[in-house]
């Protein structure tokens, strides 16, 4: 008797054994030490419809393997949109030119002075307009006050060509050219308030024998009044104890000025504008003041005294006085 046979059907799927090869009494191994991937039971994603960004193209998502059995399409040849290759070039070449504006400009604004390019030019800060600042010649085989290792502070320049000149548009005050450039005692006396101020200041140049007294003034066109004298000693000593013990000191003016009746020191005077071998005391009036403030600053250099002082009507500003202040210094050093 022949024995009939069930064939067996090859179509079958095999089972699916997701069990690690090896001992199946082996327990699975840490979740943390090893990452064993899962059958994918959801469905593939679908292709996105919404347009792409200029210059990139979305792949298209990849095709299920065909079933076993089942009749294969051809594959579709994808053709390049020609639209996204033109944007493409067309970005590229944008960024290339933008490139080269960017560089050209750089260039250009690092061979600019900064108060030639737009948005950084530097604000006015109210300094004035002086002319080029340039000292006097000095007579053959003099040297200057504080050349040498004596540093005797003689200056041996003409006295009034160590003025400050006026700076640009500023009207000047005839009333301190003096006789030939020399000023009077009694000119230079009546810029104090008081009569017995006058008096005692006045007997203090005598005492101390003052050589020569050469001043120069302007206004500008906002109405700031300035005023500068320079008083000639003879030795630097004695201009040194007269500025330092009589006329000045730390707190204040010793005496009175027209219009200033009360003065302080001026803290806001930049320290680092400070001069070697040139002392200075600033002071401005004090609080409350009249119609104008007045500000004044005693220099001590060498043999030479000068007094500078400013006033404007309301406010007098602290920036122009402080340069002037500086520059009147520098010409004395």
Same mark, same amino acid.
């Given at each position: ?90 970005? /590229? $070449? @944008?960024?290339?030119?933008?490139? =080269?504006?960017?560089?050209? #400009?750089? %260039? +250009? ?5 900064? *108060? ?118 003879? /030795? $630097? @000593?004695?201009?040194?104890?007269? =500025?330092?013990?009589?006329? #000045?000191? %730390? +707190? ?5 000025? *027209? ?75």
């Amino acid at each position: 008797m022949t024995e009939q046979t069930t064939p067996v059907d090859d179509t079958r799927p095999a089972e699916d054994d997701t069990r690690p090869a090896g001992d199946a009494t082996r327990p699975a191994e840490d979740a943390t030490s090893a990452f064993v991937p899962q059958p994918r039971s959801e469905p593939l994603p679908q292709a996105t419809t919404e347009p792409a960004a200029p210059g990139f193209v979305v792949p298209p998502p990849p095709a299920a393997p065909p079933l076993v059995g089942e009749p294969q399409e051809p594959p579709v040849k994808v053709r390049k949109d020609r639209r996204v290759l033109r944007a493409v070039l067309r970005w /590229t $070449a @944008a960024t290339v030119v933008f490139a =080269a504006v960017g560089a050209s #400009a750089a %260039y +250009g604004i690092t061979r600019m002075e900064r *108060t030639d390019v737009p948005g950084l030019a530097t604000e006015a800060d109210g300094r004035w307009d002086y002319p080029a600042i340039t000292k006097p010649p000095l007579p053959s085989g003099s040297p200057g006050p504080f050349a040498g290792a004596d540093k005797s502070g003689v200056h041996s320049a003409d006295l009034r060509a160590l003025l400050l000149p006026a700076p640009k548009g500023a009207k000047a005050d005839a009333s301190l050219r003096g006789d030939d450039g020399w000023l009077s005692s009694k000119t230079f006396l009546s810029q104090y308030a008081e009569k017995v101020d006058r008096e005692t200041v006045g007997q203090m140049l005598t005492d101390y024998a003052v050589r020569h007294i050469a001043a120069r003034g302007w206004t500008t066109p906002d109405g700031t009044r300035t005023r500068i004298y320079l008083l000639q000693f003879d /030795t $630097a @000593a004695v201009a040194e104890e007269l =500025a330092s013990t009589k006329l #000045a000191n %730390y +707190g204040g003016a010793q005496y009175a000025l *027209t219009g200033a009746a009360t003065t302080e020191r001026d803290e806001h005077f930049p320290a680092a504008s400070e001069i070697d071998d040139i002392t200075r005391f600033a002071y401005t009036e004090s609080k409350p003041y009249g119609s104008e403030q007045v500000r004044e600053a005693y220099l001590s250099a060498g043999d030479t005294i000068a007094l500078v002082v400013q006033s404007h009507k309301g406010t007098a500003a602290a920036v122009p006085f402080q340069q002037t202040v500086v520059l009147q210094s520098q010409l004395l050093d």
